[in-house]
């Protein structure tokens, strides 16, 4: 098991500094025909599956690429809108690339904002006194780990 990511936090709950190793790439290519059985909404300025799952792609999965051509927020590579080319008929059958969305900075600063509130009221609420907080946060995919310094800036490190 490896590092996936380092993220270092002040005391203030403020995002210092962040780095991404490898985030696995879980992508999904499948041939679609008219009408698409998928929902998708514009969200973040991405196009994301709201509705209707299968063969893998799930709800808040991104649409990547329309035959081979890479979507950048609602437009393809080319120009073309990626919405009106899914909504005419006859350019089907497509070939539509899904995956899980990167997350964008403001969404990692929103992340480690939320955190710190609850490293501090888990030491708050521990019976011990002077209680370290949160050291390690697991999940079935994931396990954080928490290092808070004496100056109050935290480091975690996503395993």
Known sequence: MGIYGVYIVS????L???YDYTVPKIETEQTFGYPLDLKLSCENNRLLVSFG???????????LAINGVPVSGRKLEDGKDAI??????TNYPLNLKFGRPKMTINEK??????FYPLFAI????????RSSGIETLEADTFKLQCFQTLTGTMYNYLI
């Open 122 to 129: 888990a030491s708050q609420l521990s019976p011990e006194p």
């Open 16 to 18: 210092i500094f962040n």
């Open 11 to 14: 005391k203030s709950g403020g």
């Open 84 to 89: 009106d080319m899914l909504n005419d008929a």
């Open 109 to 114: 600063i929103f992340l480690a904002s939320m």
């Open 53 to 63: 799952q299968r063969d893998n792609i799930k709800v808040g999965h991104v649409l």
